[in-house]
């Protein structure tokens, strides 16, 4: 389950040697009516009924638009989603109601782990996945597998200084990439209500359109020339809803890395759009939820 802001996406996944399978994918209206306390009961009651349909079910991934305790399976921070977030025990609550194992993921690494396994990441040894909307995430692929730091919050790429006295962020920092770079900035850079008009203003000539997306791509072009000069990952997957933009973003985001990046040839880093769409985040909590728990602490 991929738990949005706005929706609930769900998926059922099929493992069977090592071509993981989807059987299933539906989305609800997130139930935020009470809260933190809703959310949840709507997620078990999403999970039964699919286990009812298409289960028995091994295990249970949830992906979650913020932080959380990997170890404990609580919540931290989830700006995003109505309700008290900080310290609600979602996997215990989720497993109790199911019998089966449950885990948290953060959503962008979600996404990741689905682009890895399935998606525009299948083959690459390290591979870094953006996701680009309402915030900037992301989620690292090192030596083959998920790298998710000591708790979980490994990869978080929008939370980087781009601009040291920038505009705030909610997570507390200035000038982060994520406030240079999500959807609301880019619309306001580009004077247009939405992206997509924005996208169409610039296709049709509008200057200050074509400016504010190709300012959006430069400041994701030196988040990613940063990542590269730490981690030298060989290919870069973007998606999202704001990653529809497609050239208008990556043309300026890779002309950004080969104006930068020198201790390595980016012209052997593809820097490509996503390929599995609007599942992917629930596709990744999924296999997260069947994979081997990771080690943390
Ligand atoms: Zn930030």
């Not at 009961?41 to 913020?66: K, M, T, W």
């Not at 089966?100 to 690459?124: C, K, M, S, Y």
Request: glycine share 16%; hydrophobic share 40%; with cysteine.
């Amino acid at each position: 389950m991929d738990l949005g802001g706005t929706y609930v996406k769900w998926v059922v996944i099929e493992e069977e040697g090592s071509s993981p399978r989807v059987l299933a994918t539906d989305r609800v209206s997130t139930d935020t009516s009470r809260g933190e306390r809703s959310v949840v009961e709507q997620l078990i009651h999403l999970a039964r009924d699919s286990s009812r349909d298409l289960g028995p079910f091994v295990s249970v991934g949830v992906g979650v638009p913020g932080l959380y305790d990997p170890v404990a399976g609580t919540t931290r921070f989830m700006p995003n989603v109505r309700g008290k977030w900080a310290g609600v025990p979602v996997a215990a609550q989720v497993e109790e109601a199911l019998g089966v194992p449950a885990r948290l993921i953060n959503d962008a690494r979600a996404f990741t782990l689905a682009e890895h396994r399935l998606g525009a990441g299948r083959g690459a040894n390290s591979m870094l996945g953006i996701t680009l909307g309402t915030g900037v995430g992301g989620g690292l692929i090192l030596g083959g597998g998920l790298y998710q730091g000591h708790d979980g919050t490994a990869g978080e790429f929008g939370h980087q200084t781009i601009l040291p006295e920038g505009p705030a962020c909610n997570c507390g920092n200035r000038g982060c990439l994520e406030v240079l770079a999500r959807a609301d900035a880019i619309v306001a850079a580009c004077g247009q209500p939405t992206v997509e008009e924005s996208v169409q203003a610039a296709r049709a000539g509008d200057r200050r359109a074509q400016q504010g997306l190709t300012d959006a791509g430069s400041y994701l072009g030196i988040g990613v020339s940063n990542v590269m000069a730490l981690l030298s990952v060989d290919r870069v997957v973007v998606g999202g809803g704001v990653a529809a933009a497609g050239e208008m973003l990556l043309g300026p985001l890779r002309a950004e890395l080969e104006r930068r990046v020198f201790i390595t040839d980016v012209s052997l880093v593809d820097v490509v759009c996503a390929e599995l769409g609007t599942w992917a985040g629930a596709i990744g909590a999924a296999l997260h939820g069947a994979g081997a728990p990771p080690a943390f602490g």
